[in-house]
């Protein structure tokens, strides 16, 4: 015995690779759908330390990384002194809807954290795409990054790195969320406001990181840059890399225990909220939305005198009529799902009207083709109409007349003016470079001025081709004159140094402007060069009422909940002098390369009075001031990487060489070499059912050696299986190939099973059973969307039974074949969301039917094929709900229905728990002698009760779990041992029925028959017996050793009460 657990012990060591596999056999998952064959043919350039990919339509972005992206890295680099082994590779794609074609992230594991969070980034792999924004796309980049060094810090990139990781680190995620969002993003007064929102002074850093976790660590890591400095970054995590413990590092860098740290950040952001107080007021009238759902833009209809909000609820989009009295919300227009696995696009919907014939016209996205639908003023008759399908994107619209529209898109790459004309389909385009031009209104009711926002250097440049000019200059107003045929314009030039966010035309005199000013975004009312602020306190979008000269205010706190409020513009500007010129260059600036301020020849004058002292002025005010003015002021900044000027770039581009781009062919490495553990139902975990041996026998434990080989763009899988039993009886192995380069997924497999079982005789030896199983099985799946998919599978297989030779009856049995060939039919539902290990968030449905038919071979019936013998029909459903409480807790419940029927029927063991490390199986009620079984399988989970509990052709399982993981109630802080980390304890309960036919029938089911004869007699009992199995109980899982394992204490129950508990020791995952 004890020889046996150290044998077993030593195999649990030498293993390395984690047993997650998902239980209740049904498999589910995510999808991704190719709707065009825009991917199919790639390209290659490579730098000193990137690799870049790009296909046709991207190729113009790709340009555009392959000369600034060998400079970034370069920073990165340098901030986190560290260098990567690997060479990072950017996958560039034109826009979002190409992103979500891809099947590079198709395996990932979506939690709610994140799900949203961007550029996704697999390896050393970093997804891009365009948006019409070069300066977006420059900090998609630096993010990318810096996910990717800090992954290489702590996760390792190469195989070697990760089979050498001895003990398991689990950074909090406030610690890796807040350094990539403050390196990516830097400090912005919004972050200040959410802090002081959220923040409740009396309690402590742990806890206020456990329940906001990326305000928490953003503010944190800028603390300790303005305190020690930009080289801390690196410091502390070279030594969390080497401790392997968080607040051990804490100590050795700063000479702190980590809560002496965070009682520093405490006591410096409670002086800086203090300095910072804002007295402004929030309006109290709230904007009514549903969850999560968030206002992307704010319209005025002059149609219907309403403003409208389009919204995004996770991928669900929106056009409502908002109800400023009340703050309601009517929905007009709808489109899309709600989903957790692709970002929200947030580019669509684009409304527009036609003030000549009064009609409504909408711009949206279906299947990676943009199109039109104008609707009359009532909404109820409408017309569709798709653009060219070179017209990629399109980022906004106006009308211009009945016939025409201008659109701000793309067809080659970058974002330029088309004049598109409805009727013919056809398009003029206005502007053709590389710069943005985005944003479009129309300056009068007559449609002839044309204004849009751009980063462009002037008026006159046309430029078409990225070479040594990047498209990064700050974002300005142009016009464009549509009757006069004019050239651009330029309209107003906002602060120097800053960049145009964007806009609203009030009148010929006033405009509302949103500005980024470095980090932050300010919004003025403009007229004439002269301007009123107007920021509030999380002020987030303007809108104007043309037809009542109001200006919605809308604010956003950091919950995402939004209010709004109403103010007259004459009111506005009598409460506001309009101050300063927009462009002037005599402003407060930064040089952001030696963080001085200079201050030049006037200060910004306000007839807002800010602070009344009771002593009054002093008599030198004047000198005072003038002295403030040219004074010179060191200060230490914030760390901000949004600089994205094209200044910065100059002199350092690493120039674009077409003849160093190649066609990009096949390339496969490993993604997977593992030895472990295992006891897994593999392909459909059908055993023929045989009258020598009726019993149920699941796979013993085994050794599953498993290599798995990926293409580099993961639309080719090879994978390759060897499972041997530690008892070393019998063997299985596979091969498995998948095919997700198109619409149609295609998967083949080959799989070989050989086994051996005891059997009794009637002679003195009992004979040993021999059944060798081989299969092929072809599957083709079509995705419809990200959530559901159809498949169908095709199966050949033959199981070949024979008797070892030990005596003269098993010497002249024969053995016989079993060939069958089969067919499947399943639809797939999964939108399911991952909280934690074990823990999940959503709804999982299958409901499958197949059909299976034997045939004879020639030696046994002459070679004659019957149609309907042995035909074989299968109906079933698989469906799973996870819901989320008690923040961290989950409670799942499983149904799961299984019929069989038709000539063969499949023998279902109710009872047990899959993956039973040492299961016990019923031997007291046999199977139906008069059923006509071919294939016997495992159904689960009815824990309390050994496998076959009970017996028959159908069954109906329900399962319901409520699985709480206490150490994430009882420490929010990190922990570092998994085993405490992964912790779980479950209360359950299961229920299970089976019955023979496919209708249940209660009456008969209660009755078993058991039947026995000799020569001399033949025995019919009929005993009364319970169909309905059920359990209760208690639970706990963690892993342990890079596995996962499960333990339930199941009580049987029946009408007489609770019976003696029975213990479940397993493997894998919950259902």
Known sequence: MNRSFLYLLFIVLWSQSKVTAQNALEIFGKNKVQYNDDLQDWWVYETNSVIYYWYG?????????????????????????YHLKEKIELVIYSDLSDLYQTNLDLDASYTSENW?????????????????????????????????????????????????????????????????????????????????????????????????????GKSFWRYLVLTYGDQIISNWLYMIRIQKDISQSTRLVFQLTLQNLQEDWKDYYIRELQTNNSNQSIPTIKIKLKKEEQIIKVIFSKIDSNFLLITNQNGCKRIKILNTRSGKTKTIYKYGYRNKVTLPDFNYPIYFENQIDKSINIIDERRNRPFIKSFNKNLNKSKKLYFPEDIERIYDAISMNQESII????????????????????????????????????????????LFKSNRMDTISKINK???????????LYSFNNKLNSKIGNELKVLKDATLESYSFIDTNYYVLKVN??????????????????????????????TQNEILKIYKNTKNKYQFSLIELKELILQNNLIEEIDSQESLQQNRSDGELYKTDSLVESTNIHFISKFGDPLNVKNIVQEFENKTVKLKRDFHRNDTKANIYSGTLNQFNSNLSIAYRNKFQIEEISSTLNNDILFGGLTTYSTLSQNYSPPPLGILLKARVKELFENYFIEVGVRIPTNLVGSESYVKFDFFKKRWDHTMAFYRKVDREIVPSLGILDWQLTTKTLLVNYQIKYPWDIYKRFSLSTTIRNDHEYLKAIDKVSLDSAGRNIPLIGTRLEYVFDNSLDLSLNLKQGTQFKIFFETAKRFLKSDEQSGKFIPFDGLLMVLGFDARYHVPILKHATFSNRIFFNSSFGKDRILSNVGGT???????????????????????????????????????????????????????????????KSFLRNLIIVGFFDSGLSWNGFIPNIAEAQKFVYHNENPAVIVDVIINRNPIISGTGIGIRSSLLGYYFRFDYGWPIDLKGFHKPLPHFSLGLDF
């Open 914 to 976: 899959e993956n039973w490390l040492l299961p016990k199986y019923n031997y007291e009620f046999q199977s139906n002698a008069n059923s006509n079984y071919a294939y016997s399988q495992l159904v689960t989970e009815v824990r309390g009760h050994p496998l076959g509990a009970r017996k028959g052709s159908s069954s109906l399982v329900w399962s319901s779990e409520f699985r709480f993981p206490i150490i994430q109630y009882l420490l929010t802080q990190n922990v570092k």
């Open 116 to 216: 949203s969070q961007e550029p996704k980034v697999t390896g050393q792999k970093i997804l891009l795409y365009f948006d019409g924004n070069h300066e977006h796309a420059i900090k998609l980049l630096q993010k990318g990054l810096i996910q990717i060094y800090f992954n290489a810090l702590f996760s390792g990139t190469n195989l070697q790195e990760v089979v050498q990781k001895v003990i398991s680190l689990k950074l909090p995620l406030w610690f890796e969320k807040g350094l990539i969002e403050y390196l990516g993003d830097g400090w912005e007064d919004k972050d200040l406001e959410a802090l002081g929102d959220t923040w409740n002074q009396k309690i402590s850093f742990r806890k206020y990181s456990a329940k906001y976790p990326s305000i928490a």
């Open 517 to 546: 000013l470095k980090p932050n975004n300010i919004f003025y009312l403009y007229n004439n060069g002269k301007k009123i602020e107007m920021n509030v306190k999380q002020l987030d979008l303007v809108g104007f009422n043309s």
């Open 407 to 450: 659109l701000s898109a793309t067809n080659n790459g970058f974002s330029d003016i088309f004049e598109y004309q409805l009727k013919s389909r056809t398009y003029n385009k206005w502007t053709d470079d590389i710069y943005d031009d985005l944003d479009l209104h129309t300056k009068d009711n007559i449609n002839s001025i044309i």
């Open 57 to 81: 339509k991207s190729r113009q972005l790709a340009q555009f990384y392959i000369e600034i992206a060998e400079q970034e890295n370069t920073k990165i680099q340098t901030l986190f002194e």
């Open 466 to 476: 990225i070479d040594s000019i990047l498209p990064l200059d700050p974002f300005q």
